[in-house]
Each structure stands twice: as C-alpha cells, then as structure tokens.
C-alpha cells in the first residue's frame, strides 16, 4: 500500500514510449496534437509503454492511480488452494 506523499510523487512523474512500466496501474495517457483526446489505460509492471500509431513516440504516460493486477495477488496467484 503506498501513502499520499508516495502516490503525489507517482503522479508527477511522465513517461515516454519504450520505457519500462514500473507499476500497475491506471495511466493518463497523453497524445500529441488533435488526433485523440487524453484518455486512461490499465498498463501492467514489466511490460513496455507503447508507441501510438499517429504521434508515435511522442505519447506520454502518466500514473493516475495504483491498480493491483488480481493475478499478482498472492492469494489468488499462489499455489492451488489446499483441499
């Protein structure tokens, strides 16, 4: 569980396309020019920020807010439940 301050600092960090996704997460995901407006997206902690086909590397990223993915939680990823 991350505090307040933490989460402040998440937020005001940008991310550009190709860098590593170090959280899970819901992300504001930032275009440039008018092709598309700002929207949100779930990204996933150790995959890559993707390019976008119109502004193509030029698309940011930033945390919105920090979303567990349900299969890293040990108890539902764990082993088999014990009958």
Same mark, same amino acid.
């Given at each position: 569980?991350?505090?307040?301050?933490? #989460? %402040?600092? !998440?937020? %005001?960090?940008? =991310?550009?396309?190709?860098?590593?996704?170090? $959280?899970?997460? !819901?992300?504001?995901?930032? =275009?440039?020019?008018?092709?598309?407006?700002? =929207?949100? %997206? @779930? +990204? +996933?902690?150790?995959? &890559?920020?993707?390019?976008?086909? &119109?502004? /193509?590397?030029?698309?940011?990223? &930033?945390?919105?807010?920090?979303?567990?993915?349900?299969? =890293?939680?040990?108890?539902? $990823? #764990?082993?088999?439940? @014990? /009958?």
């Amino acid at each position: 569980m991350i505090n307040s301050a933490q #989460g %402040a600092r !998440l937020r %005001a960090v940008t =991310h550009r396309a190709g860098e590593v996704v170090r $959280a899970d997460g !819901l992300y504001l995901v930032t =275009h440039v020019g008018e092709h598309r407006a700002p =929207h949100f %997206a @779930l +990204l +996933l902690q150790g995959d &890559s920020f993707p390019c976008c086909r &119109s502004c /193509k590397d030029e698309v940011t990223f &930033s945390l919105e807010q920090r979303v567990e993915y349900l299969l =890293h939680d040990m108890d539902f $990823a #764990g082993p088999e439940l @014990l /009958k």
